[in-house]
């Protein structure tokens, strides 16, 4: 017996000097920032702006991105050609159309504000094939959507996709009441919204929109035909991107296979990376060289490829019993002044219950939350000039 309790005693002691010791890893680092040079875009050689973003990264302790302000950018082409790109102030340099031609390879040149000089390697105008279709099926309670598309020449086999996706919003409550407040914020009269007792259509439809920050890449390089069929996006189970309608813009982009590779450990690094038993960050650097210091580092992989779109539309009737519903209280008021600044001064007038024989309110009723009430909480409205 005793020497059961010895050996106990000795596991514990060592199990407790094991965990005074344990220390968070910290990979070594240089003790200061190094702002690395990130190039994000491609050099359109479709119909469509070219759009560029520069910006700098942080340390390992430091993942914020800073954008390159003041820089100077233009396309070249291997012809003496050059299209410069209009600086927008805020690290995003573009051009609303390039006029490029298939027999000229181009590349990316950029001078930073503080006169350092960087360029892509100069790559040839890429075709990308149409998007042939965008479909979706319901998937675990939620929607999950389908690229489609094919090259019959072969001659693709690297592809990568971006998206925009924009959803209408109502508000949970049609609005026709509001408070009248004086300079101390209390409420003096509940009004009609309108004199003919509509309700706010502005504070009622809105949209909203979102692009995609994943990367997305789809390969056909190990298929006897160059034809894709891929998941591109998912649809959360009762999300609101579905309770009225849902549109997505795919955008769809064909790459060199360096490119592909470049973008699979871009991918791997911003999607896979956590503990020490996770795989760890590769170097990435691109198809980018500081001209003015050969030994730097830049992250950026910039080619000639035309941007492919095709829009879907995805109606909520479409996805019956699809279950998106925003929790929201509703009470009962008596229009009186006292009784609206004792119980209801800071909640949401919405609709009157009974109104007396001259058509004045005698109570009416509000919610708790103003996102039950605005849609603009959640949305802007304007409605896009391609929804239906």
Same mark, same amino acid.
């Given at each position: 017996?005793?020497?059961?309790?010895?050996?106990?005693?000795?596991?514990?002691?060592?199990?407790?000097?094991?965990?005074?010791?344990?220390?968070?890893?910290?990979?070594?680092?240089?003790?200061?920032?190094?702002?690395?040079?990130?190039?994000?875009?491609?050099?359109?050689?479709?119909?469509?702006?070219?759009?560029?973003?520069?910006?700098?990264?942080?340390?390992?302790?430091?993942?914020?991105?800073?954008?390159?302000?003041?820089?100077?950018?233009?396309?070249?082409?291997?012809?003496?050609?050059?299209?410069?790109?209009?600086?927008?102030?805020?690290?995003?340099?573009?051009?609303?159309?390039?006029?490029?031609?298939?027999?000229?390879?181009?590349?990316?040149?950029?001078?930073?504000? @503080?006169?350092?000089?960087?360029?892509?390697?100069?790559?040839?105008?890429?075709?990308?094939?149409?998007?042939?279709?965008?479909?979706?099926?319901?998937?675990?309670?939620?929607?999950?959507?389908?690229?489609?598309?094919?090259? #019959?020449?072969?001659?693709?086999?690297?592809?990568?996709?971006?998206?925009?996706?924009?959803?209408?919003?109502?508000?949970?409550?049609? !609005?026709?009441?509001?408070?009248?407040?004086?300079?101390?914020?209390?409420?003096?009269?509940?009004?009609?919204?309108?004199?003919?007792?509509?309700?706010?259509?502005?504070?009622?439809?809105?949209?909203?929109?979102?692009?995609?920050? !994943?990367?997305?890449?789809?390969?056909?390089?190990?298929?006897?035909?160059?034809?894709?069929?891929?998941?591109?996006?998912?649809?959360?189970?009762?999300?609101?991107?579905?309770?009225?309608?849902?549109?997505?813009? +795919?955008?769809?982009?064909?790459?060199?296979? @360096?490119?592909? +590779?470049?973008?699979?450990?871009?991918?791997?690094?911003?999607?896979?990376?956590?503990?020490?038993?996770?795989?760890? #960050?590769?170097?990435?650097?691109?198809?980018?060289?500081?001209?003015?210091?050969?030994?730097?580092?830049?992250?950026?992989?910039?080619?000639?490829?035309?941007?492919?779109?095709?829009?879907?539309?995805?109606?909520?009737?479409?996805?019956?019993?699809?279950?998106?519903?925003?929790?929201?209280?509703?009470?009962?008021?008596?229009?009186?002044?006292?009784?609206?600044?004792?119980?209801?001064?800071?909640?949401?007038?919405?609709?009157?219950?009974?109104? @007396? #024989?001259?058509?004045?309110?005698?109570?009416?009723?509000?919610?708790?939350?103003?996102?039950?009430?605005?849609?603009?909480?959640?949305?802007?409205?304007?409605?896009?000039?391609?929804? #239906?």
């Amino acid at each position: 017996m005793k020497e059961i309790l010895s050996a106990t005693v000795v596991f514990i002691v060592i199990m407790l000097t094991f965990a005074m010791c344990k220390q968070a890893y910290e990979p070594p680092a240089q003790s200061h920032n190094i702002r690395l040079l990130v190039v994000e875009g491609f050099i359109n050689g479709g119909q469509g702006p070219t759009t560029i973003f520069l910006s700098r990264t942080g340390d390992l302790q430091d993942q914020s991105k800073r954008s390159e302000l003041g820089a100077k950018v233009k396309v070249e082409g291997d012809d003496g050609s050059t299209f410069p790109l209009a600086d927008s102030l805020n690290g995003k340099y573009s051009l609303p159309q390039l006029s490029l031609r298939s027999n000229v390879k181009y590349r990316l040149r950029i001078i930073t504000a @503080d006169g350092k000089e960087y360029a892509s390697d100069y790559t040839p105008v890429r075709h990308t094939p149409p998007i042939d279709s965008i479909t979706w099926q319901m998937d675990d309670g939620g929607v999950r959507l389908y690229v489609n598309t094919h090259d #019959p020449q072969s001659l693709t086999k690297y592809y990568q996709w971006k998206y925009e996706e924009t959803w209408e919003i109502h508000s949970t409550y049609r !609005s026709t009441l509001k408070y009248l407040r004086d300079a101390s914020n209390r409420v003096t009269q509940l009004l009609w919204r309108y004199p003919d007792h509509g309700f706010d259509s502005t504070i009622y439809q809105c949209w909203t929109s979102l692009s995609s920050t !994943s990367i997305i890449l789809g390969s056909s390089e190990n298929l006897t035909a160059d034809v894709i069929y891929l998941p591109v996006h998912y649809i959360e189970p009762a999300s609101e991107k579905l309770s009225v309608l849902y549109s997505i813009n +795919l955008k769809q982009y064909a790459l060199s296979q @360096d490119a592909y +590779l470049f973008m699979q450990k871009m991918k791997k690094n911003t999607e896979q990376v956590g503990t020490l038993f996770d795989a760890q #960050p590769s170097q990435i650097s691109g198809n980018f060289k500081c001209l003015t210091n050969p030994g730097e580092l830049v992250i950026g992989f910039v080619e000639v490829t035309e941007e492919q779109t095709k829009r879907a539309f995805i109606y909520n009737s479409q996805v019956p019993g699809w279950s998106y519903n925003m929790i929201c209280m509703q009470k009962i008021i008596d229009n009186n002044l006292d009784s609206i600044n004792k119980y209801a001064a800071f909640l949401y007038p919405t609709l009157p219950d009974t109104l @007396d #024989p001259l058509g004045g309110i005698v109570t009416f009723y509000v919610t708790d939350r103003e996102s039950c009430v605005d849609c603009n909480t959640r949305g802007v409205h304007r409605k896009p000039a391609f929804w #239906p």
